[in-house]
T-cell receptor, first 115, second 113 residues
Framework: DAGVTQSPTHLIKTRGQQVTLRCSPK?????VSWYQQALGQGPQFIFQ???????QRGNFPDRFSGHQFPNYSSELNVNALLLGDSALYLC??????????????FGPGTRLTVL | AQSVTQLGSHVSVSEGALVLLRCNYS??????LFWYVQYPNQGLQLLLK??????LVKGINGFEAEFKKSETSFHLTKPSAHMSDAAEYFC???????????FGKGITLSVRP
């Protein structure tokens, strides 16, 4: 059973460019959340997708957008990249209302470097 | 609103010694609490979770944590540290059906031979 997969592993972009990160959830999961982890910090919630709609959003600007496809995979898009967008981007998948635990399974992340 | 405070950014213990990593939370509703571990260049792995059942929670790799409502704490412990425990540890809080996790800044655990 494949866990959460993310691509690419690493990415280097320059300021002002746009980037797309991809995530495939764990088998059987239909909810995908995205987190940004800056160096030396804990992950911060960006947004969550369920049934192809953004269900919840954290405190991130509109430059950050996403999409969920019918097969539950998801993309994170960031426009007009800033140096401060350099971080590890983590995708997590879960089942909606999974008992009371809300357990999320994380992928290995995409390391984005903005020069 | 919810938040997590992890005091100290780095803890160093000797192999075989007790591991204690502190976590305090703030939540306006009964919380669900989690500890995750992150090894270098990897994603997050769930160690254990509290979901309003038993207050003493046992997780993987010999770790356990105790939920103390009066102290708003969820400290992580392990009786005997192993070299393989060296990693970054994150405490996180969620408020139930809302799957958003709010993380602390993390604690780096070093284990000395």
């Amino acid at each position: 059973d494949a866990g959460v997969t993310q691509s690419p592993t690493h990415l280097i972009k320059t300021r002002g460019q746009q980037v797309t990160l991809r995530c495939s959830p764990k088998s059987g999961h239909d909810t995908v959340s995205w987190y940004q982890q800056a160096l030396g910090q804990g992950p911060q919630f960006i947004f969550q997708y369920y049934e192809e709609e953004e269900r919840q959003r954290g405190n991130f600007p509109d430059r950050f957008s996403g999409h969920q496809f019918p097969n539950y995979s998801s993309e994170l898009n960031v426009n007009a990249l800033l140096l401060g967008d350099s971080a590890l981007y983590l995708c997590a998948s879960s089942l909606p209302g999974q008992g009371r635990s809300n357990e999320q399974f994380f992928g290995p992340g995409t390391r984005l470097t903005v020069l | 609103a919810q938040s997590v405070t992890q005091l100290g950014s780095h803890v160093s213990v000797s192999e075989g010694a007790l591991v204690l990593l502190r976590c305090n939370y703030s939540s306006s509703v009964p919380p669900y609490l989690f500890w995750y571990v992150q090894y270098p260049n990897q994603g997050l792995q769930l160690l254990l979770k509290y979901t309003s059942a038993a207050t003493l929670v046992k997780g993987i790799n010999g770790f356990e944590a105790e939920f103390k409502k009066s102290e708003t704490s969820f400290h992580l412990t392990k009786p005997s540290a192993h070299m393989s425990d060296a990693a970054e540890y994150f405490c996180a809080v969620s408020t139930g059906a809302n799957s958003k996790l709010t993380f602390g800044k993390g604690i780096t655990l070093s284990v000395r031979p």
